[in-house]
């Protein structure tokens, strides 16, 4: 039994359970858990602030008269002729497919878009003061444009969507 506890002994007959000949050292192990808190905290908060600078809302910031009337025509739409083209100041962000485009707008009243739209688009097809959540509605006609947009104005923001013809003005 002597021989099954020396450290000589071959592999077989090597005890599982070895003598501890130092104590570990508590600090050390506390060090390295905080230096590991550490890094996983500043790799949440730069993940975190990545993720909110993706899904910002302040997209493009201009005159969204002109940038609108451009997308309706690369898109392969029509507007009738406005000179000059009233300012519409705001800050929007677009998401574009092979569908349309759809365009969130913050900082514009609805009347003041309501009347642009009417002047670049003609007057609406249909028109509701307010829809079912109480926000006003637009909806343009293909007639003049090529395309069916429509307007929704919430508080603070206002939705447009645009379906029609794409690039090649299908």
């Not at 990545?50 to 997209?59: K, L």
């Not at 507007?79 to 497919?97: A, F, N, S």
Request: net charge positive; hydrophobic share 40%.
């Amino acid at each position: 039994m002597a021989g099954l506890l020396k450290h000589g002994a071959s592999p077989e007959r090597r005890p599982l359970i070895r003598p501890m000949t130092t104590w570990p050292n508590p600090y050390a192990l506390r060090r390295t858990a905080a230096v590991r808190l550490g890094y996983d905290r500043r790799a949440f908060i730069l993940a975190l602030l990545t993720f909110a600078g993706c899904r910002s809302p302040n997209g493009t910031k201009g005159d969204f008269a002109r940038f609108f009337v451009s997308e309706i025509h690369a898109r392969g739409g029509r507007t009738l002729q406005v000179d000059p083209l009233p300012l519409v100041e705001g800050r929007w962000r677009v998401e574009r497919d092979e569908l349309g485009f759809q365009i969130h707008l913050v900082g514009v009243r609805f009347e003041l878009l309501d009347s642009f739209m009417t002047s670049v688009l003609g007057e609406p097809k249909i028109t509701t003061q307010k829809n079912l959540d109480g926000c006003p509605q637009r909806m343009y006609d293909g007639k003049i444009s090529g395309m069916h947009i429509q307007v929704i104005g919430k508080k603070g923001e206002i939705f447009v969507v645009a379906v029609g013809p794409k690039k090649g003005n299908a």
